[in-house]
Every structure is written in structure tokens, then in C-alpha cells.
């Protein structure tokens, strides 16, 4: 029987490069769209570590908007598409689901973009379940 590794605690430390990391990610994916970050709304983002961030951004134009960063491909969207974090996670597996099946199904699709497109399924399908997952929103 194989042993089972017993994971150690995340230290503060550890947390807080993790949490510095994804909002380095986030920001640089929001300027890379045009979007210049002003202010980070930390009561309504959220921290799934060592999985995903939540980010509810306000921008340097006074607009708002949620970024996703963590373990899955960054992605953005206005915050007129979710009202909070839970609701986000929906829109993105949504998203993500539609994008990939265009993706996969599209002309001409090389191996590049089906895997991509495979990833953004699997991802997908992750969020979806964390969305539905009460403890994770107590």
C-alpha cells in the first residue's frame, strides 16, 4: 500500500507570496488587455490557494471589473457580467465552456488549440464545481 504524503500547514508567509503572485499575474494580464489597475475591493475578492484568486479590480477609468488568476488560465470580465465572487466563477465556467467548444470545433484547429481548448473544459468544469460547493462561500 502506498503511503500517503500528510500535507503541512500553508505558513503566512507562504499565503502571502502565493496571494502577491496571483495579483502580479492579474495585473499584468488586465495591462497586457488596456486595462490599468487603480485599487484591489479585498472584501469582496477571494483566495482559493493554492487554486485560484478572485479579484474584484477597480481601474485606473474608475471601472470595475473581476479577474481570475491561479492554477487555471487569467481571464477578466466586467462586473456587470456577475454580482460576487461565487456568481464569477459561473460566468467564467460558462465562458470558458463555450470558448473551448469553438475552439475545438473551429476550422482548421491545430493540436495547439484543441488542447487549450480541452484545458479551458477541465477548468471549467472545476470552477463550476467550487461554485456549488457551500463551504467554500460560508
Do not use: C
Request: glycine content about 2%; proline content about 3%; charged content about 25%.
Amino acid at each position: 500500500m502506498a503511503e500517503q504524503q500528510e500535507r503541512q500547514p500553508i505558513s503566512e508567509e507562504e499565503r502571502a507570496n502565493w496571494v502577491r503572485e496571483q495579483f502580479q499575474k492579474a495585473n499584468k494580464f488586465l495591462a497586457e488587455n488596456g486595462v490599468l489597475f487603480d485599487t484591489v475591493i479585498t472584501e469582496e475578492s477571494r483566495y482559493l490557494m493554492p487554486y485560484l484568486a478572485v479579484w474584484k479590480i477597480r481601474a485606473m477609468d474608475s471601472k470595475l471589473y473581476w479577474v481570475i488568476s491561479g492554477d487555471l488560465p487569467t481571464d477578466f470580465t466586467s462586473v456587470e457580467n456577475a454580482t460576487d465572487a461565487k456568481e464569477v466563477l459561473r460566468h467564467f465556467a460558462m465562458h470558458w465552456q463555450l470558448k473551448a467548444e469553438n475552439l475545438m470545433n473551429a476550422e482548421g484547429a491545430d493540436d495547439n488549440q484543441k488542447a487549450f481548448g480541452e484545458l479551458l473544459v477541465n477548468r471549467a468544469e472545476s470552477l463550476f464545481a467550487m461554485q456549488n460547493t457551500p463551504d467554500f462561500w460560508v
